[in-house]
Nanobody, 125 residues
Framework: QVHLIESGGGSVLAGGSLKLSCAAS???????MAWFRQVPGKEREGVAS???????VYADYVKDRFTASRDNAKNTLYLEMRSLKPEDTALYYC????????????????????WGQGTQVAVSS
């Protein structure tokens, strides 16, 4: 069992930066961890998926602006967000998926087994 708690959300002006954290409890040594985001009325969309700091997949809409990383010693996942845009406004979730076989998509919400409660990010112009 894995429990995830996000923090670090807030309100910023366009062009600003924020860093989100996701503290995990339980064994995440052999898990993919990911960030998703959701706005009301829309499907949850993938932002980044991290197996290791050398193996990170990003959605096109955040590539070159966001950096996802994990600190296994602290059992924590991070999302550093720069050059924020109003369209980045959303509830950001952390998710985890234990490593196992089969075909799956790293940025699809249905691929993940454990979820946090989310942290709100609001970007104003």
């Amino acid at each position: 069992q894995v429990h995830l708690i996000e923090s670090g959300g807030g309100s910023v002006l366009a062009g600003g930066s924020l860093k989100l954290s996701c503290a995990a409890s339980g064994d995440t040594s052999r898990t993919y961890m990911a960030w998703f985001r959701q706005v009301p009325g829309k499907e949850r969309e993938g932002v980044a998926s991290v197996l290791s700091n050398a193996d990170v997949v990003y959605a096109d809409y955040v590539k070159d602006r966001f950096t996802a990383s994990r600190d296994n010693a602290k059992n924590t996942l991070y999302l550093e967000m720069r050059s924020l845009k109003p369209e980045d406004t959303a509830l950001y979730y952390c998710a985890a998926r234990p490593i196992r076989g089969g075909r799956w998509q790293r940025l699809h919400q249905g691929s993940y087994d454990y979820w946090g409660q989310g942290t709100q990010v609001a970007v104003s112009s």
